[in-house]
C-alpha cells in the first residue's frame, strides 16, 4: 500500500485578506500536510482579493515542503472566466486542479489534478482522464463505498483522493444565494458572503439543520467526517485525504487525522478531539455508505476519555 | 428554430409528433436517464414503434442516455447506446465522458449531442467536447444569460439547444447532489432529484407540512397552494428569516424572449417534462409550434397562453436576464 498523503483543499470561504494569510502562515509553519491547495473555487468576483498575494504564499508553502496545488473554479460561465483559466493553465511548473471541464481540456497531456467538481463515477471516465495526464484525482463527494473501490481497483497510477472532513459542496449555481438571502443581486453582491466564515447556516422552518450557503455555492450543514472508514479506505487504495478548511484550528484537525492514518489515535478518539473543538458540528458520512448524505452510520466520540 | 419535445410514453409521444413537434427525445425505462420514474419511459420495442411514427411524419427521435454510469455496471448505459443507434435514432444525448468515448468508438457514424447534465457552460468547456468526442450540439446549462449565450454561439463550432418551458433547475446540472443529500439518490447517479419515495405530507395543525427524506421543504397555511417538495424550491430559515432562498416555486417559459432566442443563434428549443402527461404534452408543443411560426413569419414579439400551466401559477426567463443571478 502507497503511503497516505494528506491535503489541505482549497479555502471554500471568502476569508479576508489577513485570515487567509494567517492560514497558509500556519499551514506552512505547523501543519503535517503533504500537499495544500491555494486559488479560487467558488466565486470569480473574489479573485481580485487574494490573487495578487498567491506567488508569495506559493513560494512560502514550497519551502515549507508543501506540494502546492493552484485550484481553479468549479463554474466558468463567461468570456473573462474562460481567458483566467486559460492564463492558469499556461503557467510553467505550477500543479493545477481542474475543477471544470474547460480547465480539464486545457490541461491535457501534462500533469494535473483533476478536483471532486468534475463528474467521475466510473472506469471509463477515470481512465479517459488519467490518459490526459491526471496524476491525482479527488472523486465527487456523493460515490458510495463500493464505487470507489472499483474506481481504485482498475486505476493504471493515478492518486485516488477523497475529502475526509469538513462541509461537503453539493450545487453550484449562477445566483448568488448570499446575497439573494439580503435582497442583492450578484452583480451588487457587496461581498457579503464574507460575513460567514464558515458559510450561512440554512434550516428547515422546523429549524433543523440542513445546508449552508457559501455565495454561489451550496453546501451541506453536517461536515462530512470519515474517520470511522479510513482503514477500509486505505485498504481499497485510496491514498490522498482531503480537509476542507474551516474555521476552526485547521492544523490541530490534520495532526489528528494524521494520528489516525498513522494508527496511533482510534476513530472514536478523533471524533472526540473534533467535537472537544470550538463548532457546534454535526457530523455524516451517508454517501459513503450509500445512504442519503446527510446521515451517519455511527455515532463515535461519546466515550473515548 | 427546432422544437424539442419530451416523451414519457409512446402516448405523449404520439401527442409531441401530432401537435407539431420538429424532435421528440425519450428514455429508456432504467437509470440511464434522468427521469427515471415509475411508470415511465420506453422499452426497446416502443422505442421502435415511436421511430417508425415520428419519422413517418419527418418528425426526428432523440434518445437521452444522460445519467452518469455507476462503477462496474456500465455495460448497460453502453447496451442503452448500442441499441437506440440500431433501431435508428437521429441522436443520442450524452453527459458521461466515459461513455461519450464509448459512442464514439463504437458508433463514428452517429449524432451525439451533449447532455446539459454535463453542464457545459462555457467556452473551452464546448470545444473540449467537439473537440474529443465530435458532439454535434450541446444542450446549454439553464445558468446562462441571453448575452453569454449569444457570445457563445459566435465562437463554437457545434449548435446549441436551450431550455424553453416547464421545471427549472436553478443549480447547474449535474454538478447537484442535494437531492441525494436528503435521500441518497440523486439526478447523476439514479436519474431522479426529490424522489416521489421519499415524499410525505403531514397535517399539523391548520398547516400542511413537504417533506422530502428527514427534512422538511414547506409549511403551508390553509390559504396557499400545496406544491411538490423538489429540494431547491422549498422555503427555509436564513439569518432570521423564513423564505425561497433559491427560487421561488415558479417555471421556465421563454415565450416572450423567443425572438431574442433566435437572433442569439439558437439552433433548438426544449420543452421539460418526459413526466409529464399527453394532455399537457400537447398544449405546450402547441402553444410553442404557433408561437415559432408567427416568429418565422416575421412576427417580432410573442406572447404566452401557458401561464396556467407552470408551477405555482407562476413562470419566469429565468438566467435569461442577467437580473436573475
Redesign the interface.
Known sequence: MTKSRLVMGPILFHWDEQRKHDFYAQVADEADIDIVHVGEVVCAKRMPFFDKHLPDVIERLQRAGKEVVLSTL??????R??DQ??EITQMPDLLVEAN???????LAGKPHVIGP?I?I?????????EDQGAKRISL???LPM??IA??CETRKSAEIEIQIFGR?P????????SA???GL???GCRYVCGDHIDG?????????P??A?NGLQ?M?SHYVELSDSIEDLQNAGVNAFRLSPHSLDMTCVAQLYRQLLDRQISADELRQNLKNMSLPMAFSD??LH?????ELRNTLGQGAE | MELVCPAGTPASLHAAVDAGADVVYCGFRDATNARNFPGLNFSRDELRDAVRYAHKHDVHVYLACNTYPQAGIEYIWQAAIDDAVAIGVDAVILADIGLLRYARDRHPDARLHLSVQASASNEEAIKFYHREFAVRRVVLPRVLSLEEIRYLNHRIPVETEVFAFGGMCVMAEGRCSLSSYATGESPNMNGVCSPAAHVHYEERDDMTVSRLGDFTINIYDQNEKVGYPTLCKGRFRAMNKSGYLFEEPTSLDVTAILPELAEAGVTALKIEGRQRGKAYISQVVSAFRASLDRISQGQLTTRSSLSTLSEGQSDTTGAYRRSWQ
Open positions: 468549479a463554474l466558468v460561465m463567461n468570456g472566466e474562460s483559466i486559460k471544470d471541464i474547460s480547465a480539464a481540456g486545457l467538481y463528474n463515477y466510473n472506469e471509463s471516465t477515470l481512465s479517459y482522464f465527487p463527494w456523493e463500493t464505487s472499483r474506481l461537503m453539493l450545487a453550484i449555481s449562477a445566483r448568488c444565494y439573494r438571502a439580503r443581486h450578484k452583480d450561512m447556516d440554512v434550516a428547515t422552518l422546523d429549524n433543523a440542513f445546508l450557503v451550496t451541506s451517508g454517501f450509500g445512504m442519503a448524505g446527510a
